[in-house]
């Protein structure tokens, strides 16, 4: 069974094919380098669609991700614009899927490297000012507040005062020289410059990060 974003990519290019801006799927697929057969299996439900084939069929055809991953504004970026006003334009959400944590962990201040991710806007008005980022949850050790495949989004914290910008028992994503999680945090970096890392799921044992 296809997953909710290969089913939304697979309405937006039906949404091109009503509205002549593609003849076919083959011409879809061909036209993003992609063997047609690949783009069958997504449209039949066998496979799931792939960040590379967003990115791709996002930079060609002008598909909207935010609609793709969240459900929210239309098929197309151009319809988007068209809806809001140029001076309310949303602020860019930077997605950065499971397969880019380690190359985030090491890159996530590099612009070339973020301008390579898929970005998206959220409506709500709070996403409108300031810098955020969207990650995958990895794994189950935030089971049950949060599943694999989740996706969480947050603002930069003052990484400068982490005694008072972070709260205790409150969930973050926490960016380390090997990677990136998502935990809840006990905060003791006033008094122990550390931050204790909880998982939800008890199996999972805390441990310390300085």
Request: net charge negative; with cysteine; aromatic share 10%.
């Amino acid at each position: 069974m296809a997953n909710l974003v290969t089913e939304r990519f697979v309405r937006c290019v039906e949404h091109l094919r009503e509205n002549n801006i593609i003849k076919s799927i083959r011409q879809f697929a061909l036209a993003l380098d992609v063997h047609p057969q690949n783009v069958n299996d997504v449209f039949k439900g066998k496979r799931d669609v792939t960040i590379d084939l967003i990115q791709s069929a996002v930079s060609t055809f002008n598909i909207n991700p935010a609609y793709i991953f969240t459900g929210d504004g239309h098929f197309l970026r151009n319809e988007e614009v068209d809806r809001v006003p140029a001076q309310k334009q949303l602020e860019r959400i930077v997605y950065v899927p499971m397969a880019a944590h380690a190359g985030y962990a090491e890159q996530f201040q590099d612009p070339v490297f973020l301008e390579d991710l898929v970005n998206f806007s959220l409506p709500d008005y709070k996403f409108q000012h300031g810098t955020y980022r969207c990650f995958d949850v990895v794994g189950d050790s935030m089971e049950p507040s949060l599943y694999a495949g989740d996706k969480v989004v947050c603002s930069q914290v003052d990484t400068q005062r982490l005694s008072t910008s972070l709260r205790g028992q409150h969930v973050y994503v926490i960016v380390m020289t090997d990677g990136v999680v998502v935990k809840r945090i006990i905060n003791h970096a006033k008094s122990e410059s550390l931050l204790n890392l909880v998982s939800d799921n008890e199996y999972y044992r805390p441990f310390e990060v300085s």
